[in-house]
């Protein structure tokens, strides 16, 4: 069953987490976006994909952007996870440990069914 129908058919309401850090952030020696990814496919989170930012700022304002001849200056970086409310607090307190200085959000989400799922009578 895919994820999107294991989500809607259960009835439980989607989430979208999104974890916001730097470029150069890391874990245990590997870039932390990378150990965020397995941590969440090890703990069967429906889907997560990381996104780099052009530009951005945190708490500590100051401004993180690509720099000149492309060279960065530690760009932002963000994760977006989906899956049931229950399942993204479950990992929680696996990865906020991972995340020193970032912000963690979780947000309503609505899944809408596409391609195959998407022509699939009720």
Do not use: C
Not at 27 to 32: N, Q, T
Not at 79 to 92: F, G, K, M, P, Q
Not at 114 to 122: C, D, L, R, V, Y
């Amino acid at each position: 069953m895919a994820e999107t129908e294991r989500l809607t058919s259960a009835g439980l309401g989607a989430k979208a987490m999104l974890v916001f850090f730097d470029a150069t952030d890391e874990w245990d020696g590997a870039p932390l976006h990378e150990q965020l990814v397995r941590q969440l496919e090890r703990h069967g989170i429906a889907g997560a994909t990381v996104l780099t930012g052009i530009m951005g700022y945190g708490i500590h304002r100051r401004i993180h952007r690509k720099g000149l001849f492309g060279v960065v200056d530690n760009k932002p970086m963000t994760l977006i996870a989906i899956d049931s409310e229950e399942a993204l607090r479950r990992i929680l307190p696996s990865i906020r440990p991972m995340i020193r200085e970032g912000v963690v959000v979780l947000l309503d989400a609505e899944l809408i069914p596409t391609g195959e799922a998407s022509t699939q009578k009720p």
